[in-house]
């Protein structure tokens, strides 16, 4: 298991040292600065292996979080903690930074006592180590108090704590999708998928039941066939729209939701924790609707010149609006200057990022823009071609591209007097770009 | 969010704020000071006093000397300072453990607390205070926490078990705490079972016989039901321990399964890593004939594409990952090439680790885009990655034929951008592709040798010089090419100075007239300036094979060079077997077993895939169980692995054998072998002339160490060092076709000890058809030909009985053969030295080579021959059995043997039958590797046994060939996998008459 864990700052002084093992020494600390943050190449893989010790690492900004360990530990289970490390911790004192982690070095400890023990990790959820880490002490808490932490810190629904009350019922649901292209420079699309999340703010009283539905082809299917639709509640939420359902490839979900029943019913049922948590992640492969299309033309006229032209257009409906629309076209290291001309929003050269961005505020479905530019170059003698990195765009549109409508969610809470109708829900659809890139 | 950063402004109102200020107080006196503020009266500043000696530990200054003073802080009421003082005590007791002791007291009694976060936090704290006399006062306090009435304070003291073992084995063996730990696997809390299951798993690891980890049915039903209601955590904890276990049969491993795969959807990527590992060992106890068996495999996919979209640390975790289990089961990710393709602004170790998945998922089918993504890689920044990718075009090529042309096109164009690290990759990669498909694109040597004098690494100038020394009778100043290497000969690596040596040889055997002074300069570098024994050896060697007999020189040097395999870089069947056991872990990102890293005892146990079902009982203990029946019964490979135990042997200090092209020091070293192997062959007695080589101790030592070495088909270089000196030292006769001393060592592997041992005194001969007529005296003015087909030892011979049955004397005897489908062709003339009176009969024999002209024909073994004598010119047609053209090396590595039968579509795929065989399947074996149809490998399966051979035909076609045999049963099932499926017709009849004569 995990031998000790360190935080070191950029500069690779230690800011945080806590050693679970006997087998890890002081000089661990000293040898993972030594051979990975003052190693002058470039970091070969985030597993490194230093005299039979392995340091695995991540990097927050300029901040390091290194677990070492002697034996053969769960790889993923190392990262997936020390990714949990950082969202405590940013759930805590914020952004991860050496001012912050100074200013909380007291809080850390305490926490890094309290979710790993041995080197084997605990329970990390936020909310239930903020019923009882709180640097105030706990003396005042009456013994219901103290049963209801440890059962709750043990318990079945670790991320719940009972008796919340709220006047309001009420949650939010976002699915927040980010599409993702790779198309060559003849408009083939050479991979596609949208990873979308599905983020709920929840302010329900109780311990509601929660079940979340959407038009997941898999239950569609079956509802038409058996007949017995389960119409209850059938586009309470979820507009109607032209797609009537589609295929997830895969999903995974919060450790809130039971797993058993999704693998044999497909429904998602769960408790929910208080306040903002991601209930679902899924990803998509088909029938994707690709916002926008890039439509690029690179002609090298002579050794120093570079003519562009780069062609968007827009594939929805021409009600919606796409905002922060943001083209990047990436010019060779050896550009001397560049003219640009653009139909609709603001086109500049960026010579530290060696790239011309165009800004587009907001653009309708169905329409096109084009920018067009002359690049010069400087002559030079360096045999290597210019690599031409794909243009790559950023935008946010209204609708998710993978075509996911939320077809209810229903709340139930049998010992507390409000209802599935008393509660407010409010549906929001974000799609934006992941990797969205053309080849030139 | 938003509700954090307010957060983070209301502690920035409170004091919390100038907590960093403890991290800059370096003055001197400062101990002194914080002497003083520890034993203040007012509680905020020892509070403050004991945040500045944490803060300073932290950076690593030397606190150690105010251990009374911070300890004597202990006794509070105030949590917080409370938990900085067991900090310090945790790190400094080991140094101080007299005054450690005075802490004793404080531990016992919050372990009586009333508090449960407090009991926890004593009994956590205590058992990581590694002080003897501390942990005698442990024992008491841990006992009751673990029958304590609060759960958290339960699971705390489940970890202090272990923490307690780790300090003092014996002491929590003789206190009973084992049993107390086994009980908390019934726990009501889930947690609680959790870490009482990772507490367990950890103390059984160094005790790797004890039965501690007692899993039976009903504990495992507990575990899986306790699953679905723990942490995240626990859930990883539970899956890794379930994976230790070995299902009784197919039926329990099922509903294990059904009970797993949900998990496979939760948002943790190492809870989904450790269901996949558990679904893919046991698995491999279902039958694959169970429709469950295929829906499992298609539930894997999704979740080992969706760890692709986790952060990046995590994806190259998950993509060694992948790597491993394509390897295990290439049909679960064959539809998802696209997944891997790389993205501009992956971090680098995603890029390389992709890279190597797509090559490894490349098929016929997608090999279009796969080669177009390359080729966008080819132009990238990263030195190590466009290395990577050329590499990867180049395998493209050997293994997709359809795609080598336009691999050797990408090629091409990239050596064409002069960038020095492509052209010189691009150049290795080439030289694989020459060896893969002789004759096909040589046309690119004068493009390749534009480029010589940008080669500046080892391995690109040993690759160019190979292909000048290969192809130098197309390379007019191939000479001069070679020449102007050998200026500066001593500065060059080795493996370039041995590559230069051949190149040299070769090029003079194949222009001896302009090359004599060359060669000459060559062999006096290597034998005589050189201090490095494999050079100055290969020199001597050559040196005395060319002037000895040049025709055998030519023979040995130009031998034609076996195929190199299609698949590269496999991991060893069991190491990968043992890999997959460890999904998840570090052993398999590092693709290492775990005592490869991992010191003491820890890890060093073997872990094995279970057995498929129906192959005998395990014992008790999972581990033992399944060691056991990893060794003697049909592991769940195709081919079994009977040389299991020893390949474990060997692989301690073995590279695990490859089947790529071995480089050049490799084969040197295996020619080395063979020289003594040889060496010795040639004292005890000339092996060579025997058909089938005979178990001598001599005999055998060559054959264990050349098939230790070599392991793969060796270069041609290797090979024909070998029986170099079986000719320059024992009386072999000139002309000796180089495959024949050299085939044991070439087929190799250890399955060659065991075919020994189970064959001794039982090998037969190769066979050899009856006696035919082929030309009636009527038809050809009175002579008549009989005669058959041999082979022996690797020489193929026509035996021709010449009769006259006219009345005059015949002489002057010729013949020729018509182009055929084998290249056949008379190796010599017709030894009939006396003309042949009326009445006479001769018999001669004559030899055959099979590098003639080559044509096919119908049916595929049809021989045309014209004799010719004084009288007139005969034509006849006969035909031979294939079994004539299988040769002494057509032994496959079993592992190549079983990438190449699944490489094989299965339309290719003949089968027939063979009735009436009453031979035992040892037997059967015997005689068909009289005639060279060896068996790489034996697998038993409900009382049919399961022979996999292999074929290797003169023209290098592979034959591999499945022969089963039911006891009881005359009739056996043969099927024939072949690249060219024509053959396999023949070689079946050609199994049915060995196998009934």
Redesign the interface.
């Known amino acids: 298991m995990i031998g000790g864990l360190f935080i070191y700052n950029h500069k690779g002084e230690v800011l945080i040292s806590r050693v679970y093992r006997d087998d890890i020494g002081r000089n661990a600390v000293d040898a993972f600065r030594v051979n990975v943050i003052h190693a002058r190449q470039q970091v070969r893989s985030p597993v490194t292996n230093i005299a039979r010790t392995s340091f695995f690492h991540v990097k927050r900004s300029n901040i390091w979080l290194a677990a070492v360990t002697k034996q053969n530990v769960n790889a993923a289970m190392v990262f997936e903690f020390l990714y949990k490390m950082c969202d405590v911790m940013t759930a805590y004192f914020g952004k991860i930074s050496e001012e912050n982690i100074k200013n909380n070095f007291v809080l850390i400890y305490e926490l890094l006592d309290e979710i790993l023990d041995f080197g084997y990790p605990q329970n990390s959820e936020t909310g239930a180590l903020k019923t009882f880490i709180t640097q105030q002490g706990i003396k005042s808490q009456t013994k219901e108090e103290q049963s209801q932490i440890t059962s709750q810190v043990t318990g079945q629904i670790g991320w719940r704590r009972e008796g919340i009350k709220y006047r309001r019922n009420e949650l939010f649901l976002d699915v927040l999708e980010s599409v993702n292209l790779l198309m060559s420079p003849q408009g083939q699309v050479l991979s596609a998928h949208v990873s979308g999340r599905v983020v709920m703010k929840s302010y329900l009283s109780g311990m509601p039941e929660c079940k979340f539905g959407m038009n997941d082809k898999i239950v569609i299917d079956k509802q038409g066939k058996g007949g017995t639709t389960d119409d209850a509640g059938k586009s309470e939420l979820g507009g109607s729209s032209g797609k009537q359902s589609i295929a997830i490839d895969d999903c995974t979900f919060h450790q809130c939701v039971r797993l058993s029943k999704f693998d044999s019913e497909r429904s998602i049922s769960f408790i929910p924790p208080d306040g903002e948590y991601e209930l679902m992640r899924y990803r998509t492969t088909k029938d994707i609707i690709l916002p926008f299309r890039v439509i690029p033309l690179v002609r090298e006229v002579g050794r120093t010149k570079l003519e562009v032209k780069v062609v968007i257009k827009s594939n929805f409906k021409p009600s919606l609006l796409a905002q922060k629309i943001e083209v990047r076209i990436p010019t060779p290291l050896n550009t001397s200057g560049v003219q640009v001309i653009c139909m609709k929003g603001k086109a500049k050269y960026k010579a530290s990022e060696n790239a011309i961005v165009w800004k587009i505020k907001r653009m309708a479905g169905m329409k096109e823009s084009q920018i067009s530019a002359e690049i010069e170059l400087l002559p030079t003698n360096d045999k290597k071609k210019w690599a031409r990195p794909p243009i790559s765009m950023n935008f946010e549109v209204p609708f998710a591209p993978s075509g996911l409508k939320v077809r209810y969610l229903k709340v139930f809470e049998p010992k507390l007097n409000y209802s599935d109708h008393d509660v407010i829900k409010w549906v929001r659809y974000i799609g934006r770009s992941g990797i969205y890139e053309t080849r030139c | 969010m938003e509700?954090?950063?307010q957060?983070?402004e209301n502690?920035g109102l409170g004091s919390?704020?100038?907590?960093?200020k403890?991290?800059t107080t370096t003055k001197k006196g400062e101990i002194f000071e914080l002497k003083a503020e520890l034993n203040s009266d007012k509680k905020e500043k020892k509070k403050e006093a004991v945040?500045k000696v944490?803060?300073s530990m932290?950076?690593?200054k030397d606190v150690s000397a105010l251990f009374p003073d911070v300890v004597n802080c202990m006794q509070t009421?105030?949590?917080?300072l409370k938990?900085?003082v067991?900090?310090y005590l945790m790190?400094y007791a080991k140094s101080q453990p007299d005054m450690a002791i005075m802490a004793v007291n404080t531990f016992v009694k919050d372990c009586e607390d009333?508090?449960?976060?407090i009991r926890?936090l004593a009994v956590?704290t205590m058992?990581?205070i590694?002080v003897d006399k501390i942990t005698e006062y442990l024992c008491e306090p841990l006992r009751k926490c673990l029958k304590d009435e609060?759960?958290?304070?339960r699971?705390?003291a489940a970890?202090?078990v272990?923490?307690l073992h780790?300090?003092n084995a014996q002491l929590v063996e003789d206190q009973g705490f084992l049993d107390t730990l086994k009980d908390l696997i019934s726990d009501s809390?889930?947690?609680?079972v959790a870490?009482a299951v990772?507490a367990l798993s950890?103390i059984a690891e160094s005790h790797p016989n004890s039965n501690l980890l007692d899993l039976n049915p009903q504990t495992i039903n507990k575990l899986l039901t306790a699953l679905?209601?723990?942490?995240?955590?626990g859930q990883?904890?539970i899956l890794?321990c379930l994976a230790n276990y070995t299902p009784r049969d197919d039926r329990e491993s099922q509903s294990i399964c059904e009970?797993v795969?949900?998990?496979l959807?939760?948002?943790?990527?190492?809870v989904?890593?450790?269901a996949v590992k558990v679904l893919m060992k046991f698995m491999e106890m279902l039958p694959k004939d169970l429709d469950y068996y295929g829906t499992l495999l298609k539930k894997l996919a999704?979740?080992l594409?969706?760890l692709l979209?986790a952060?990046?640390?995590?994806q190259?975790?998950?993509l060694r990952n992948i790597n491993l289990i394509v390897q295990k089961r290439p049909e679960i990710l064959k539809h998802e090439m696209?997944?891997f393709?790389v993205?501009?602004?992956d971090?680098?170790?995603v890029k390389l680790e992709k890279l190597d998945i797509m090559i490894r998922l490349a098929s016929q089918a997608n090999i279009a885009?796969v080669l177009?993504?390359l080729k966008?890689y080819a132009?990238?920044?990263d030195v190590d990655f466009v290395r990577k990718a050329v590499r990867a075009i180049g395998r493209c090529a050997i293994k997709v034929e359809q795609s080598a042309e336009r691999c050797v096109s990408t090629l091409l164009d990239l050596i064409q951008?002069?960038?020095n690290y492509v052209v010189q990759e691009a150049i290795v990669v080439i030289k694989d592709i020459f060896r893969k498909y002789p004759n096909k694109y040589e046309s690119v040597i004068a493009t390749l040798c534009e480029n010589l004098d940008s080669l500046d690494e080892p391995e690109a100038r040993a690759a160019m010089i190979w292909i000048v020394g290969e192809y130098a009778e197309r390379i007019d100043n191939a000479d001069e090419l070679l020449e102007s290497f050998l200026e500066g000969f001593h500065d060059e690596s080795t493996q370039v100075q041995l590559q230069l040596l051949t190149a040299i040889v070769k090029l003079f055997l194949k222009k001896p007239t302009e090359t004599q002074e060359l060669v000459q300069q060559v062999l006096s570098l290597a034998t005589q300036d050189s201090d490095n024994p494999d050079l100055r050896d290969r020199g001597y060697i050559y040196w005395r094979l060319l002037s000895t007999d040049p025709v055998a020189a030519k023979e040995v040097v130009l031998a034609e060079k076996p195929l190199i395999s299609e698949e590269t870089d496999l991991i060893e069947p069991t190491l990968l077997e043992e890999l997959i056991c460890?999904i998840?872990?570090?052993?398999?990102?590092?693709h290492k077993p775990?005592s490869a890293?991992?010191?003491g005892s820890?890890?060093v146990q073997h872990k094995r895939l279970p057995a498929r079902a129906g192959s005998g009982e395990s014992t008790e203990s999972p581990d033992v169980g399944q060691s056991v029946s990893g060794v003697s019964d049909a592991p769940p490979a195709v081919i079994p692995s009977q040389g299991d135990l020893l390949g474990d042997l060997l692989n301690l200090d073995l590279a695990p054998p490859t089947t790529t092209v071995p480089p050049v020091p490799s084969s040197m070293q295996m020619g080395a072998m063979d020289l003594l192997g040889g060496g010795l062959d040639s004292l005890s007695g000339s092996h060579y002339r025997t058909e089938v080589p005979s178990p001598q101790p001599a005999d055998f030592s060559e054959r264990e160490l050349g098939g230790d070495l070599g392991g793969s088909p060796a270069m041609g270089v290797g090979v024909g060092v070998g029986v170099g000196v079986g000719v320059g030292l024992g009386p072999a006769p000139v002309g000796m076709p180089a495959g024949l001393g050299a085939a044991p060592a070439v087929g190799g592997g250890l399955g060659d000890l065991f075919d020994l041992g189970g064959g001794v005194g039982m090998t037969s001969g190769s066979y050899s058809p009856p006696r035919v007529v082929w030309l009636q005296a009527m038809k050809a003015k009175g002579l008549e030909i009989s005669g058959t087909f041999a082979r022996r030892g690797g020489v193929i011979q026509m035996d021709v009985s010449l009769t006259n049955k006219a009345m005059s004397v015949m002489s002057d005897f010729a013949v020729q053969f018509n182009k055929n489908s084998f290249g056949m062709a008379p190796a010599g003339p017709l030894q009939v030295l006396t003309p042949l009176g009326p009445n006479q009969t001769v018999e001669v024999s004559l030899p055959l080579s099979s590098t003639g002209p080559v044509m096919k024909m119908e049916p595929l073994n049809n021989l045309q021959v014209a004799v010719k004598n004084n009288i007139d010119v005969f034509y006849f047609s006969c035909q031979y059995p294939i079994s004539l053209l299988f040769v002494e090396d057509g032994k496959m590595d079993r592992q190549v043997f079983l990438a190449t039968w699944k490489d094989i579509p299965s339309d290719n795929e003949a089968q027939f039958q063979i009735k009436d065989c009453h031979l035992s399947s040892d037997a059967a074996s015997n005689k068909l590797q009289g005639s060279n149809i060896f068996t790489v490998a034996k697998r038993t399966v409900e009382a049919q046994d399961m022979l996999y051979q292999s074929i290797k035909l003169t023209n290098g076609i592979w034959v591999l060939a499945e022969l089963r045999i039911q006891t009881g049963n005359p009739n056996y099932t043969l099927s024939v996998k072949c690249r060219a499926p024509e053959v396999s017709q023949y070689v079946s009849q050609c199994y049915e008459l060995i196998l009934k004569n």
């Open positions: 509700w954090a950063s957060l983070c502690r919390k704020m100038t907590d960093s403890y991290f945040k944490i803060a932290t950076v690593g009421d105030n949590l917080e938990k900085l067991y900090l790190n009333p508090n449960p976060l926890a956590r058992g990581c590694r609060d759960p958290y304070v699971k705390t970890v202090c272990a923490k780790d300090i809390n889930p947690m609680v870490n990772a950890e679905n209601e723990c942490t995240e955590w990883i904890f890794d009970r795969t949900p998990r959807s939760h948002a943790n990527s190492a989904v890593l450790s999704p979740p594409v969706t979209s952060e990046p640390e995590l190259y975790v998950a696209k997944v393709f993205k501009y602004n971090p680098i170790y885009q177009a993504e966008e132009t990238e920044v951008t002069k960038v460890h998840g872990t570090l052993a398999s990102v590092y775990p890293f991992v010191e820890r890890g």
